[in-house]
């Protein structure tokens, strides 16, 4: 009866996971009990979260900020019909981030996405460059404000208008596609990179500086600095002067993708680190169970791009085909592999004195019995 009661609770379980199975769920219940001031330390430290974060808050800073200025500029400094303006916005808006919906996450999908590590590395690399384009386009609409504000005459394109007017139109309409197509990456990437228990937080934190950093300053700022510049502008300058801080937020946009795709660089050879550790320890305790595992979670993390990396996980296949044929001899082979670079250096020094231990007494063994040879030809 209590062998029965045994296997009925065995089975209600199930089998019990690999060690790191067990480690993970640990660290899972631990982290499930974390509170509120911990949740924020923990997403404090997750540097690809914070600089994803204000990758989109820099993103609704931007767009909000044109949206507020739009009207007023296109109907103030170029004398623009107030109804064609709202036309050419839900225009150049509406195609621009239509296009950025449709073609950025698919692009980014087809480079790997953002469920692994290594995936995550690429999507925020590929992100920056979408940025870049939105530094220049940004550049591009700040040279159209001046070029406006020096000009002397309506264009040169007759009756379509100014042309300063038309490469800004342009110019926003790269901005707006390059946002859209940024902004789903990252909010993807800012949830993916957060464990799982904590999301719900993480998720609350990252809104609120959405809407204070991105919402709310994007008309305060301009506005703020504009009111400062009054005394000194042109009402046609302070607007023009507004927009292109909007515009010039680009550029800080790349800033802060470059900074969060090299925090995601450091995480991944951070987990490769710890990947590659998670190996060696398998190959020293010779289970083959846990040595199988661990390989397929190297390989999540692309263990086998680095050097070092790809001449373990070449080991740990290898022992596990010959497991099956000899057994633990298996393992035999592997403790170049297992040791780290300290026990490395440790052996090679010992070997070291070893050999120049063994010198000496090979030079000591010639001196005593070199000249054996002469003295017995001498008394013979």
Request: net charge positive; glycine share 10%.
């Amino acid at each position: 009866r209590a062998a029965a009661a045994a296997a009925a609770e065995g089975a209600k379980v199930g089998p019990r996971g690999s060690p790191r199975e067990k480690e993970e769920e640990d660290e899972e219940k631990k982290k499930l009990a974390l509170g509120t001031l911990e949740q924020l330390a923990a997403a404090c430290r997750n540097k690809v979260y914070c600089w994803t974060a204000l990758g989109i808050s820099s993103s609704m800073f931007v767009m909000s900020g044109v949206q507020f200025l739009w009207v007023r500029v296109f109907v103030e400094v170029w004398g623009v019909d107030k109804n064609f303006v709202t036309v050419m916005f839900l225009f150049v808006t509406g195609v621009g981030g239509g296009l950025g919906i449709a073609l950025g996450p698919a692009y980014v999908d087809r480079r790997g996405g953002f469920s692994r590590p290594p995936g995550v590395l690429s999507s925020l690399e590929l992100v920056r460059n979408f940025s870049i384009v939105s530094a220049l386009a940004g550049v591009s609409g700040i040279v159209c404000l001046y070029g406006k504000l020096r000009s002397k005459d309506e264009g040169y394109l007759g009756p379509w208008g100014d042309h300063w007017m038309w490469l800004l139109f342009a110019s926003v309409f790269l901005i707006w596609g390059a946002h859209n197509a940024m902004v789903p990456a990252l909010c993807g990437i800012n949830m993916e990179v957060v464990p799982q228990e904590m999301r719900t937080f993480a998720s609350g934190m990252e809104m609120t500086m959405r809407n204070i950093l991105g919402y709310a300053f994007g008309p305060l700022l301009p506005g703020l600095i504009m009111d400062a510049a009054a005394s000194a502008l042109t009402s046609q300058a302070q607007l023009c002067l507004g927009l292109g801080i909007v515009l010039a937020a680009n550029v800080l946009a790349v800033w802060v993708l470059t900074h969060a795709a090299r925090a995601a660089g450091a995480a991944l050879a951070d987990k490769q680190t710890t990947a590659l550790q998670r190996i060696r320890e398998a190959l020293r305790s010779e289970d083959v169970a846990e040595l199988k595992s661990e390989v397929f979670a190297a390989k999540g993390v692309d263990l086998h791009r680095r050097r070092d990396g790809e001449a373990v996980i070449g080991m740990a296949n290898e022992a596990i085909g010959a497991y099956h044929a000899i057994g633990r001899a298996a393992f035999s082979g592997a403790t170049a592999f297992t040791a780290t670079r300290a026990e490395l250096q440790r052996s090679l020094a010992g070997l070291e004195r070893e050999v120049a231990r063994l010198r000496a007494e090979n030079a000591e063994l010639r001196r005593r019995f070199l000249p054996l040879p002469e003295a017995a030809a001498a008394s013979g």
